[in-house]
T-cell receptor
Framework: AQTVTQSQPEMSVQEAETVTLSCTYD???????LFWYKQPPSRQMILVIR??????QNATENRFSVNFQKAAKSFSLKISDSQLGDAAMYFC????????????FGKGITLSVRP | DAGVIQSPRHEVTEMGQEVTLRCKPI?????LFWYRQTMMRGLELLIY????????DSGMPEDRFSAKMPNASFSTLKIQPSEPRDSAVYFC???????????FGSGTRLTVV
């Protein structure tokens, strides 16, 4: 079974600084997708970024980028120029390629941003 | 696009009562998922449907929980009878294609007293 591990329950960053959130996963599949979701206090789950396992290039979305290390099964999220609105819970998630696949989430990490 | 619509947003009920949570997925999405979120267990997948057919309900806690998807635009999650330990936020999500993430609804916060 696939598992997603986020070992840091909480992190804090100074506004305008950069922070990296860690995630590891376990799978025997070679083709899959990885995601980071943000859940602010409003509880809405928001897709931040996605990565296709067959692509070597790391995904980037504005201030958000990932460091995807397929061999190490590592998928970290880097937030640059942190803003107060980035304070939220962040979930790493995995979905294997193919029909009828489900999204498996890590436990999440709470990010606070200090003004 | 209105996104995934869940109702109600909040529900408070007494133990033993029946609770029905509703979800309208995004038009054109062929997969629908029900998740439960608690502090202790995080996000748990309860059941998911593909083209209105239940694919995997192994996450449904027990027989008190049931889910239906009578058509492509509507799904329900029912708890009967409800218990205090069912208190959680229940999310519905829909998706299209295998490579995309899910679009989540705003969730229903259920409190069973």
């Amino acid at each position: 079974a696939q598992t997603v591990t986020q070992s840091q329950p909480e992190m804090s960053v100074q506004e305008a600084e950069t922070v990296t959130l860690s995630c590891t996963y376990d799978t025997s599949e070679s083709d899959y997708y990885l995601f980071w979701y943000k859940q602010p206090p409003s509880r809405q789950m928001i897709l931040v970024i996605r990565q296709e396992a067959y692509k070597q290039q790391n995904a980037t979305e504005n201030r958000f980028s990932v460091n995807f290390q397929k061999a190490a099964k590592s998928f970290s999220l880097k937030i640059s120029d942190s803003q107060l609105g980035d304070a939220a819970m962040y979930f790493c998630a995995y979905r294997r390629a193919g029909a009828n696949s489900k999204l498996t989430f890590g436990k999440g990490i709470t990010l606070s941003v200090r003004p | 696009d209105a996104g995934v619509i869940q109702s109600p947003r909040h529900e408070v009920t007494e133990m033993g009562q029946e609770v029905t949570l509703r979800c309208k997925p995004i038009s054109g999405h062929n997969s629908l998922f029900w998740y439960r979120q608690t502090m202790m267990r995080g996000l748990e997948l309860l059941i998911y449907f593909n083209n209105n057919v239940p694919i995997d309900d192994s996450g449904m806690p027990e027989d008190r929980f049931s889910a239906k998807m009578p058509n492509a635009s509507f799904s329900t999650l029912k708890i009967q009878p409800s218990e205090p330990r069912d208190s959680a936020v229940y999310f519905c999500a829909s998706a299209t294609g295998q490579g995309y993430g899910y679009t989540f609804g705003s969730g229903t916060r259920l409190t069973v007293v």
